[in-house]
């Protein structure tokens, strides 16, 4: 049915996998149109009790929007994606099922956004975080600039969003970005166990816990909007075009500030 994803149901748990492993399952658009009807099966079908989101293969979760769709981009078109993220991601973070990602790789950027956007994180010893968008003239557009500071604080935030390091798995649980790390191994069943332990509890009393934690962060509304616009912008900039044409032909960006 999908053909950008997988998706499995066993024990009440839909597992939801992002499967284009030969371009770290970045998220095109097709990804994020399939990947909204996944979600739309955990909140419609009365079989899913939750889900996992992860990715296909054992380098990448996601790592990031897919890049090379970023070119042909006008401002407004810019926005409509940021939109569209913000509308999916949001869906996630607001579903009454828990929905966890099992981050089994570089979760980066987009990838990043998503797994900050599930209910909890588990990750695998090998997985690698970070919001490298600033090394390709734009900054985080799927809601990076609000959730990775309310999870990590502002200040390793700024770091991570300003330096576009990346950080191990151990370092993304002493941070607060992770809940638990895991060998490769057993990251699924770790997961899978979290969310049993879930289905054991009454199903309106979690959703009312989901509901009443996000309220926590309604205030935030401003700045997902803010990013919208920032985000915007920087495809009107001589840095975008330098940035991600630099990807594509693996070279280091030359920005000028334009
Ligand atoms: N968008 C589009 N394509 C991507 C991608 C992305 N975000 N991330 C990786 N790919 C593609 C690469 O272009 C490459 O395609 P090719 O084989 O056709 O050349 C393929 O996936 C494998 O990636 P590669 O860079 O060769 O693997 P690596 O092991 O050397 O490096 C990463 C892995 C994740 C460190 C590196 O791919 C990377 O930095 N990706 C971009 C991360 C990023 O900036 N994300 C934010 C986007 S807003």
Not at 16 to 21: A, E, F, K, M, Q
Not at 74 to 81: N, R
Not at 133 to 141: A, F
């Amino acid at each position: 049915m999908y053909k950008t994803l997988t998706t499995s149901l066993q024990e009440g748990i839909l597992e939801i996998t992002i499967n284009r492993p030969d371009k770290m399952n970045a998220l095109n658009t097709e990804v994020m149109q399939e990947l909204a009807l996944a979600i739309d099966e955990v909140y419609f079908n009365d079989a899913v009790k939750s889900a996992i989101v992860t990715g296909a293969g054992s380098k990448a979760f996601i790592a990031g929007a897919d890049i090379s769709e970023f070119l042909s981009l006008s401002p407004e078109q810019g926005a409509v994606l940021s939109r569209r993220g913000h509308a999916v991601f949001k869906r996630i973070e607001d579903c009454p099922k828990p929905i966890a990602a099992a981050v089994n790789g570089f979760a980066l950027g987009g990838g990043c956004e998503l797994a900050m956007a599930c209910h909890f994180r588990v990750a695998s010893n090998n997985a690698k975080f970070g919001q490298p968008e600033v090394n390709l003239g734009i900054i985080p557009g799927y809601g990076g600039t609000q959730r990775l500071v309310e999870l990590i604080g502002k200040g390793k935030a700024l770091e991570l969003m300003m330096t576009a390091d990346m950080i191990g798995a151990d370092e993304a649980l002493q941070w607060g970005l992770v809940n638990h790390v895991t060998p490769p191994e057993e990251l699924l069943e770790k997961t899978r166990s979290l969310l049993r332990k879930i289905h054991t509890k009454a199903p309106l009393a979690i959703a009312r816990v989901i509901k009443c934690v996000n309220a926590h962060f309604k205030y935030a509304s401003k700045g997902y909007e803010a990013e919208i616009v920032e985000f915007a912008e920087c495809f009107a900039t001589e840095d975008l075009t330098e940035g991600a044409t630099a990807f594509i032909e693996k070279r280091t960006a030359n920005f000028k500030g334009r």
